[in-house]
Each structure stands twice: as structure tokens, then as C-alpha cells.
């Protein structure tokens, strides 16, 4: 039970507490990023969409690190042609050809964008296998102004302890106010027309290369289609956020879905897809949750574009005989949602730390870096619906692990905008904490 944890007394070098994990120390805090890089040897391999591995690769020479790159199309080669070696043969040659260039370069540091894709976890066990240290970016553990830069892995690769009782007994110094990024949605969106539109002209220089996402012209298409829907959706869920957000509104359920093509659920998760972790959600909702409670549904925003689960949901709504209790949404204020809910469902989505933040009951389903005894609900699905309440988030807990999160993984920035902090072309902060460890 989350009120039952306690600090207790630890000695010894904190390590991971998972069967499944290394047993690896918990990596140093680089608090004098990016000068801890000077002298090293550092491969980039695919970074985000945009400039970012560009402007980071010139931060990092300016800091007295010697840079390479790997391009594997040419929207990579766009944003980083110097100092590059263009990959152009079948997947199955990347580990003998990253080899040749990890021996030729001298690479002692991996640097790269999201550890699922194939490639990447080639690199990483190539790097487990060779002392090669590795530094995995995504999206922030915690939006919307920080990103994430974390040792060895993120997720379920994350160091990072599932053990409460670490985080109690480990100080970690309280992390000062981020620069706020601003919104970011139309930068992103012109780096990734442009990445797509290169790596189009230049797909003769890579004819081996395959995206997890179509690389056409249909995908600028499906962007503007993107905006319409927008408005589209913001008209049709009037009546839905009148019930959800008002005063009087109904008991509900949350249910944020993730990226149709998130790695992290084909990875680190039980699920082939969200439309399998759709159905199993509502089956379990109809079948073990209270008559007078709904279940909503909310769209990621990025995946507007791909999918939409409209068709499935009344499928599934006449399946289950819910009827107004089964309810799907796009563009409603999700903190609003979150705030207003019974409790959180989520497979290892970011969203699940909004949810902990804002003290709601959330049960992660898939391996999360949050999913610890104290923080998230430690029973099944089916017993969530009746028991939610049982499993209040801890709050000093919550607030150590934070601390610890921020401190070890985050970093203040954004990779689609920059942030106006002098000396950096990458605009990223790279300061951690500014108060003593309490």
C-alpha cells in the first residue's frame, strides 16, 4: 500500500532491483554537461526529425568531443552531412559495418534517438558487448519542457530503480524552474515535412532504408488532413467535454492511448498494437467495473494524422452494451480530464507521470519507468475498476522520484524548438538541479 512505505536504512552502491535489467551501477549525474564530453569519441546514429542532432554534434565539438555521425536516408544526410558516413546496404550488414566504424573512430560514446528501432538495438548490444558507454534521447519522461537523455536505455532499458524505497533514502537536489519551450507542434511538423520530402529525393542514395512511418509524399498529406481533423474533432466533442468538464460531471475512467507505432508497446508491453490494448481494456471495463462509472478514451494528438478509432469504438460499444458509458475524444484539455477521473489506465505512456502528478490512482499495464509499488496501483485490471481508490499515489515518494528523474534523465529543451540559452546551438539547458540535496 502506497501509506505504508518507509525510509529504512541502505548501504552500498544503488543498483537496479528488476531480474530482467543489467545489474548496473546507476550511472554519475553529468553536472558539467556538455564539457564531461571533452575527449570523447561519440557516434551519433538516427536522431528526431529536424536539426537537432546537427546543432548537438556542433555543441559537442565545441566542447572539445570529437563527433561522427551515421545517416541512414537522406533526411538524415540533410541535417548532418559533415563528419558523416552514409549507411546505404540491407539492415542485416549494419552490425559489421557500425563495427568498422566504431574500431576506425575509436568510438568510446553512442549517442541516439529512441533505443526500439532495429538499429538501435543492434548498437546497443554491440555497445553492451564492447564497454561502449550508450546515451539514449526520446521524448521527456516529463512534458512539456524537458527532453530525455538517459544512460544505457529508456523504459523498460531504464536504470532508473523500481524500488520506492530508494528514491525515500536517496537525496537529490530540487530541480530549478525550466525555461518554458513554448509550443512546439507547427516546428515539428515543418522539420518532418522537410525530413520526409529529402529523404523522398534522395531514397536512389538509400534503397535499402525502411521508416517505421511511410516516407512519401502522402505523409505532408496526412498532416494537413491532420489539421481539419482538428477542428473537426474540437466541433464533434462539444457535447463531450460539456458532460466531462462541467461541475456535475459523470465517474470515469481515463484511458489515454499512445502512438499507433510506439515501439515501447511492441517492446514493453503484452499488447501487438492499441487496438489490442483497446479490447482488452473495454472487455475488462464492461465485465468489472461499477454500473455507474464510464470509460473515456482520449487520442494521442501526434497520431491524429494515422488512426482513428471511431469504428472500433462503436464496434466495441454495441459489443459490450455501454452505450454513453463507452465515450471517445480527441482535443479535450487532457490535465482537465486527468484531474476530473477515478483513475488513470495506460500501457507506459508519458501521460502516466501527469497522472502520478496530479495524485490520481493510474495502473500501468506495460513496463514503465513509474510502475513502482507506492506510485502506481499493484493490482490487475480487472480489480482496478473496484480498487482504485485503494492506491493513492505517495506524495513525498512521488516527489523524490522526480527529483531523481530530473536530476539523472531530464534535460530542459526541446528537439523541434529551441530554447534562448547562450553558448548552445542545440538550445538545450543542460543544468540539472540548483539546491542542495535535501
Known amino acids: 500500500m502506497a501509506g505504508d512505505l518507509r525510509p529504512v536504512e541502505q548501504s552500498g552502491e544503488a543498483r537496479v532491483e528488476r531480474a530482467d535489467a543489467p545489474a548496473l551501477p546507476l550511472p554519475e549525474i553529468p553536472r558539467d554537461a556538455p564539457y564531461c564530453f571533452r575527449g570523447r569519441n561519440i557516434l551519433l546514429l538516427q536522431g528526431p526529425v529536424g536539426p537537432f542532432f546537427g546543432r548537438l554534434a556542433q555543441d559537442l565539438r565545441w566542447a572539445g568531443a570529437n563527433v561522427h555521425k551515421i545517416n541512414f536516408n537522406g533526411g538524415d544526410w540533410l541535417y548532418c552531412p559533415r563528419n558523416a558516413t552514409n549507411f546505404t546496404r540491407r539492415l542485416d550488414a549494419f552490425p559489421n559495418f557500425l563495427a568498422r566504424v566504431c574500431e576506425e573512430k575509436r568510438i568510446d560514446m553512442i549517442m541516439l534517438f529512441g533505443d526500439c528501432r532495429r538499429m538501435h538495438r543492434m548498437a546497443s548490444d554491440y555497445a553492451d558487448e564492447h564497454g561502449i558507454e550508450i546515451q539514449v534521447f526520446e521524448e521527456g519522461y516529463i512534458r512539456p519542457d524537458y527532453i530525455t537523455m538517459e544512460h544505457h536505455g529508456v523504459n523498460g532499458r531504464s536504470l532508473m530503480p523500481r524500488s520506492g524505497i530508494f528514491y525515500l533514502n536517496t537525496p537529490a537536489a530540487e530541480p530549478k524552474i525550466p525555461s518554458p519551450v513554448g509550443p512546439t507542434i507547427w516546428y515539428g511538423g515543418v522539420w518532418a515535412v522537410t525530413y520526409y520530402c529529402w529523404s523522398v529525393l534522395l531514397w536512389p542514395f538509400f534503397p535499402h532504408y525502411r521508416h517505421h512511418r511511410s516516407m512519401n509524399y502522402t505523409e505532408a498529406l496526412r498532416w494537413i488532413w491532420a489539421g481539419a481533423r482538428k477542428y473537426w474533432h474540437h466541433w464533434k466533442n462539444r457535447p463531450e467535454a460539456k458532460r466531462l468538464l462541467g461541475e456535475d460531471h459523470p465517474k470515469f475512467f481515463l484511458v489515454p492511448l499512445q502512438v499507433h507505432n510506439d515501439a515501447q508497446i511492441d517492446v514493453h508491453s503484452q499488447y501487438d498494437d492499441m487496438e489490442d490494448f483497446l479490447r482488452h481494456v473495454v472487455a475488462s471495463f464492461s465485465q468489472n467495473a461499477p454500473d455507474d462509472c464510464s470509460l473515456v478514451i482520449k487520442h494521442h494528438p501526434m497520431d491524429r494524422p494515422y488512426t482513428d478509432y471511431t469504428r472500433l469504438v462503436r464496434r466495441l460499444r454495441r459489443k459490450y452494451s455501454l452505450g454513453d458509458r463507452l465515450i471517445y475524444v480527441h482535443d479535450l484539455h487532457l490535465p482537465s480530464l486527468i484531474i476530473r477521473s477515478e483513475g488513470v489506465v495506460t500501457i507506459n505512456s508519458t501521460t502516466g507521470m501527469s497522472a502520478l502528478h496530479h495524485g490520481k490512482p493510474t495502473l500501468a499495464t506495460g513496463d514503465a519507468i513509474y510502475r513502482i509499488d507506492g506510485l502506481t496501483a499493484t493490482v490487475g485490471l480487472d480489480e482496478f475498476w473496484t480498487r482504485a481508490h485503494e492506491f493513492p499515489v505517495h506524495s513525498e ?28 546551438l542545440a538550445g538545450i539547458d543542460w543544468t540539472r538541479g540548483s539546491a542542495a540535496p535535501d
Request: glycine fraction near 8%.
Open 397 to 424: 515518494l512521488y516527489r523524490k522520484f522526480r527529483q531523481q528523474l530530473i536530476e539523472r534523465t531530464q534535460i530542459n529543451g526541446n528537439f523541434y524548438r529551441r530554447i534562448d540559452i547562450p553558448g548552445t
